[in-house]
């Protein structure tokens, strides 16, 4: 879809996609944290995520057995420094060889190298093997955590976003979020300038219907620029200061190509089977050990029960965390089939003791 760099912007449909399509959320893809809107009860609503928090980390990390995106990447980076990716919006769109790209190198812990036509990669160590990922793949990957956060919070698939840029953002830096929004399973039917954004939103909270055209100063204080803009809403319509009216998509060399972003999304795929796999294998595992913990500490509490019964629980129970300490990366049917192993020798205690 054609997308305006500025120009005009009507507020009377925020966040949705046309009229006869399916809605759309709003997704700030930030530096730093990012945030994902749905219009909801007439209003905005930014949307929380597992935590609560309604600004989610820019962040992906890889480890030995899985990949962690958000809070969780966040909260593990001074452990897993080396393999925990951030900033990838100062890296989208841009060459390797940008004196940007090079200045940044300097203060990243993860490594960036040059790919084909100067395209930077970055290189992480995920489940013992090192892989190289391209910016668009790594923002994909936000991208799909504020998809499924969203999902998660309307209870309904996701397809179309709007995304916002900052204004200074090039063509292709524009062309490679978009790029990113395919590979993460998303329609992006608008790219929208940050400081347009914000006078959309500053216009829909205070009723923007006055006839009387009104200046509004933006400032943009993130976590990677701080931008200021100077706005005009005329008639319940948005007109920035100082840009183009549009802008002419060229072929840059710099771009992904179909083929390249089609194989981008068979891998987000696999990597969201992968995900799915390993908190399975969580859930299974947490499961057990709440199961097998709490039903010991009750047999050890019986006071009435008979010694022998104990003595069976506690052989039990330490066959149970050797177990547990050479299956760490046990599948979920093999954690589930240990529970029902448990629950054979621990059900005929658990009865006794209600006998008493």
């Not at 608008?190 to 909270?205: K, V």
């Not at 998509?249 to 390993?278: H, P, Q, V």
Request: glycine letters at 6%; proline letters at 4%.
């Amino acid at each position: 879809m054609p997308f305006s760099r500025c120009g005009s912007r009507t507020v009377s449909e925020p966040l949705t996609a046309e009229k006869g399509e399916e809605r759309a959320i709003g997704i700030d893809l930030g530096t730093t944290y990012s945030c994902v809107a749905a219009w909801k009860h007439d209003r905005i609503e930014i949307i929380p995520n597992d935590q609560g928090n309604r600004t989610t980390p820019s962040y992906v990390a890889f480890d030995d057995s899985h990949r962690l995106i958000g809070e969780a990447a966040n909260n593990q980076v001074a452990n897993n420094p080396f393999n925990t990716v951030f900033d990838a919006k100062r890296l989208i769109g841009r060459k390797f060889s940008d004196p940007t790209v090079q200045s940044d190198m300097n203060y990243w812990p993860f490594k960036v190298t040059p790919g084909a036509d100067d395209k930077p990669m970055v290189v992480v160590t995920y489940i013992g093997e090192e892989k190289e990922f391209s910016a668009e793949e790594i923002s994909s990957m936000v991208l799909t955590k504020m998809k499924d956060i969203a999902e998660a919070y309307l209870g309904s698939t996701v397809k179309n976003a709007v995304v916002t840029v900052p204004a200074y953002f090039s063509d292709s830096q524009r062309q490679a979020t978009m790029a990113a929004g395919a590979i993460a399973g998303l329609n992006i039917v608008r790219i929208i300038n940050e400081p347009t954004a914000a006078t959309i939103a500053y216009g829909l909270d205070e009723g923007a219907t006055s006839p009387v055209a009104k200046n509004v100063l933006i400032f943009d204080l993130g976590g990677g620029t701080f931008d200021v803009s100077v706005a005009t809403i005329e008639a319940a319509e948005h007109t920035e200061t100082g840009a183009k009216n549009s802008i002419t998509i060229t072929n840059d060399k710099g771009r992904l190509s179909n083929k390249e972003i089609e194989r981008m999304i068979r891998d987000a795929k696999k990597f969201k089977l992968e995900d799915d796999e390993f908190r399975e294998k969580a859930e299974a595992r947490s499961d057990l050990e709440d199961y097998a913990y709490n039903t010991r500490d009750a047999i050890r509490s019986a006071v009435k029960l008979k010694a022998k019964h104990k003595k069976k629980m506690e052989a039990a129970f330490e066959s149970f965390t050797q177990w547990l300490e050479s299956n760490k990366h046990a599948e979920a049917d093999d954690i589930k089939d240990k529970k029902k192993e448990l629950h054979t020798v621990f059900d005929p205690i658990i009865a006794k003791m209600n006998e008493q």
